[in-house]
């Protein structure tokens, strides 16, 4: 089994932008229910960010990314993509793609850690104020 790989992660002041990517072998993206974004700050427990179901596209974003951070897809390519805009400090942290297999229900959005289970090495977000 293959890890999804992430890219796209830096260091922007705050304010600013970054786009990250997450590129999965064409058997992890197909077998896939729900793929999304996690990060980890230093000390703190690993949080949901943004999560797509695969299959249907419906997305469920943490609150505190809500209205500045885009989850997307592109299926012909087995990429998902994480567009971060007006980035925060409090947005500084190791950004995890991660994939699971885990079916609740058609069309269902799964949001918590445990429910994945193939996970990308990270990206490091580093944000300045």
């Known amino acids: 089994r293959v890890q999804p790989v992430e890219s796209g992660g830096g260091s922007v002041q705050a304010g600013g932008s970054l786009r990250l990517s997450c590129a999965a072998s064409a058997y992890i993206y197909s077998s896939s229910t729900n793929m999304g974004w996690f990060r980890q700050a230093p000390g703190k427990e690993r949080e949901g960010v943004a999560t797509?179901?695969?299959?249907?596209?419906?997305?469920y974003y943490g609150d505190s990314v809500k209205g500045r951070f885009t989850i997307s897809q592109d299926n012909a390519k087995s990429t998902l993509y994480l567009q971060m805009n007006s980035l925060k400090p409090e947005d500084t942290a190791m950004y995890y793609c991660?994939?699971?297999?885990?079916?609740?229900?058609?069309?269902?959005?799964?949001?918590?850690?445990?429910?994945?289970?193939?996970w990308g090495q990270g990206t490091q977000v580093t944000v300045s104020s």
């Open positions: 991660a994939a699971t297999t885990q079916w609740i229900g058609y069309g269902r959005v799964l949001t918590e850690p445990a429910q994945f289970n193939n």
């Open positions: 797509i179901n695969i299959r249907t596209g419906g997305t």
